[in-house]
């Protein structure tokens, strides 16, 4: 469910922006979104299994020795979401783990709460 409305938010946004959709359903977009998500070598999916364990982003990235560009990115992608009034559920709870304190198991609680819809709908 996550992986597959990601790919919907990335898309929205992406749209937006003035991608096609088909180059967000190729390698760039679903074939990143993959690796992200599934390659025990993700940075990314390293931050989100501490976060998940319970660590803090402050006490993940000292004991890290290179960069999970997501972290930083996350903000990029809220502001750009935001300007562009597009939604983006995952993102925005990505956001408030990362910055504003809830906790990963909070955030995918609130994500599940989210009434379900067509991946077409989510923005």
Do not use: F, W
Not at 58 to 82: P, R
Request: hydrophobic share 45%; with cysteine; net charge negative.
């Amino acid at each position: 469910m996550v992986i597959t409305r990601g790919l919907a938010e990335l898309t929205h946004l992406g749209v937006a922006l003035g991608a096609e959709p088909a180059t967000l359903a190729g390698l760039a977009g679903m074939g990143d979104l993959l690796a992200t998500c599934m390659s025990p070598q993700s940075r990314n999916r390293m931050v989100g299994e501490q976060l998940g364990r319970g660590l803090s982003i402050e006490e993940i990235i000292a004991d890290m020795n290179m960069v999970a560009e997501g972290v930083k990115t996350t903000k990029s992608v809220v502001e750009l979401a935001g300007r562009h009034d597009i939604e983006m559920p995952i993102a925005e709870e990505m956001h408030a783990v990362l910055y504003q304190g809830r906790t990963a198991a909070d955030a995918y609680r609130g994500l599940h709460l989210r009434k379900a819809g067509h991946e077409r709908d989510i923005g």
